[in-house]
């Protein structure tokens, strides 16, 4: 594999990069993309005849003109190539699964719940791995033989930033588990693990770039089935995606996220608020358990939107079955900050767009890092 270093190859990767990534957000002319990234128009034309080749981009079916209306010949615009392959996303919940297939501009073309197959009767690792590949595969077929350029996988609970390595997931039961080596020998493109609702902020991150939204939380909050639920272990789950400054905030250990309600017990383990196991099972039929509940949520929510100060919180799953209680819980001060999302597919969307943000990533100089390879197997021959 080629080494990226701080070299006329790395500035030719890096350039390229730079116009794919301008591209996500529309069709432009050769003139324009020079004038918005400040490059020179030899090194435009250099890196679009080169992306032309391999069929990254495309020249647009629509001419634009350039400059006035009535002077000068008209532009050929330059786009993405959105068949040159697709990104698939998927969450994978305790007893099903959602799934997203994306075009390399980000629009969604497929998204719908997944039935698990039969899984076997095998450790939690292995059996994970069964379901990671019987679902992969699947999904591939719905490519219609277009190239996969790679699966991004949501999971509740801690996710190392490699995206290789499981800390703790008890939907699945997973601790401390290391995909590396399955993942990589399994697939001919890659795959990526990632926090649910990190997937989730990830999504509404890449679809408010151009609305210079870059610093936002995303509150993902589910319930589940008891029978689905280790001992002890309450069946509701809450996670926190955070974006500061346009970046995925993952913390010093890939821990960021995780919810704890400030009244909570100290010696209570395996639960994220006081209420009771019972309580939970009963939140939707009994209405005064669930304003207690949400009262309680709502006082963290508060607090951390007074502390970190976004420009909106994403409230998504359960929250958003029931948004007037939750707003009337919240009281006036906080409803302009707050945006309800009953998108079931914000995860596997998300997930999807994470691994956009991998191939479009503009690599730092001498990195030889593991991670290049995301990004190398599909635009190495373009850029470089």
């Known amino acids: 594999m080629k080494k990226v270093v701080g070299n006329s190859q790395y500035q030719k990767v890096a350039n390229a990069l730079l116009i794919l990534r301008l591209l996500r957000k529309g069709a432009n002319t050769r003139v324009a993309i020079a004038r918005e990234l400040g490059l020179q128009p030899s090194t435009v034309t250099y890196s679009v005849n080169r992306l032309l080749e391999v069929g990254l981009v495309q020249e647009s079916s629509t001419s634009v003109q350039n400059g006035s209306a009535s002077l000068g010949r008209k532009a050929v615009s330059i786009e993405l190539n959105r068949e040159v392959g697709r990104v698939i996303g998927l969450e994978l919940l305790a007893d099903f699964g959602w799934a997203s297939i994306l075009d390399p501009a980000g629009t969604v073309l497929y998204s719908e719940p997944i039935e698990y197959p039969k899984l076997p009767e095998q ?21 219609e033989g277009l190239r996969v350029l790679g699966v991004g996988i949501a999971l509740p609970g801690i996710v190392e930033a490699n995206g290789q390595v499981v800390r703790d997931c008890w939907t699945h039961a997973l601790k401390d588990c290391d995909f590396s080596d399955f993942l990589t020998t399994s697939f001919d493109f890659p795959v990526v693990l990632e926090n649910d609702a990190n997937c989730c902020a990830q999504r509404y991150l890449y679809e408010t770039c151009t609305e210079k939204q870059d610093n936002f939380i995303y509150v993902l909050a589910r319930t589940y089935e008891q029978n689905h639920v280790p001992p002890g272990v309450s069946p509701f789950g809450i996670g926190l995606g955070l974006v500061f400054g346009g970046t995925l905030y993952r913390g010093s250990s890939s821990r960021s996220g995780e919810f704890m309600s400030a009244m909570l017990p100290l010696q209570e383990v395996g639960k994220q608020l006081s209420a009771s196991v019972d309580d939970v099972e009963d939140l939707k039929r009994n209405a005064d ?60 969307e998300g997930a999807a767009v994470h691994i956009l943000s991998l191939l479009y990533r503009i690599p730092q100089v001498g990195d030889t890092s593991s991670e290049q ?11 470089a």
């Open 123 to 143: 450790c939690a690792k292995k059996r994970f791995e069964y379901l990671v590949k019987q679902v992969i595969e699947r999904m591939v077929q719905r490519c």
């Open 289 to 348: 358990k669930r304003q207690t509940l949400l009262a309680e949520l709502a006082a963290n929510i508060r607090s951390i939107i007074a502390i970190l100060d976004p420009q909106i919180t994403y409230l998504g799953g359960f929250l958003a079955e029931y948004e007037q209680e939750v707003l009337d819980t919240l009281k006036d001060q906080l409803v302009s900050k707050i945006h309800f999302s009953d998108a079931h597919n914000d995860a596997s």
């Open 373 to 383: 390879w995301r990004f190398s197997t599909l635009l190495w021959d373009a850029l």
